[in-house]
């Protein structure tokens, strides 16, 4: 019922630049929350950044502070992170989360998850 197309990911070098996107599709009634996390081998899945439908502004994790920017187009059920300056420890594959509500507004809300996707810094 719901489709999460995450892209924009690769291979750069530590200083250079990526955006990340992604593209929701479905049934859907509202995206409240849309925020990108990370995960590395290993590890838990940390928060990267998060933004509700009607902020503006997002929320970052320190780790990434004033090197990503996340931005979404509530008519276009989208959002993008742009990351600058990248590090070769931002090298692990992020992904897109959701928190929507799905057909009506007495639509049932649940917790979606993308696929992730891979990013490489190399130093």
């Known amino acids: 019922q719901v489709q999460i197309k995450e892209s924009g990911g690769g291979l750069v070098q530590s200083g250079e630049s990526l955006t990340l996107s992604c593209a929701v599709s479905?049934?859907?009634?509202?995206?409240?929350?849309m925020a990108w996390y990370r995960q590395a081998p290993g590890q838990q899945r940390e928060e990267v950044a998060d933004?509700?439908?009607?902020?503006?502004?997002?929320k970052y994790a320190d780790s990434v502070k004033g090197r990503f920017t996340m931005s979404r187009d509530n008519a276009k059920n989208a959002s993008s992170l742009e990351m600058n300056n990248l590090k070769p420890q931002d090298t692990v594959v992020y992904y897109c989360?959701?928190?929507?509500?799905?057909?009506?507004?007495?639509?049932?809300?649940?917790?979606?998850w993308g696929g992730g996707i891979q990013v490489s810094v190399s130093a």
């Open positions: 989360h959701l928190q929507l509500r799905t057909g009506n507004v007495d639509g049932s809300v649940g917790l979606y």
């Open positions: 479905g049934n859907i009634f509202r995206i409240y929350v």
């Open positions: 933004l509700y439908y009607t902020d503006t502004v997002a």
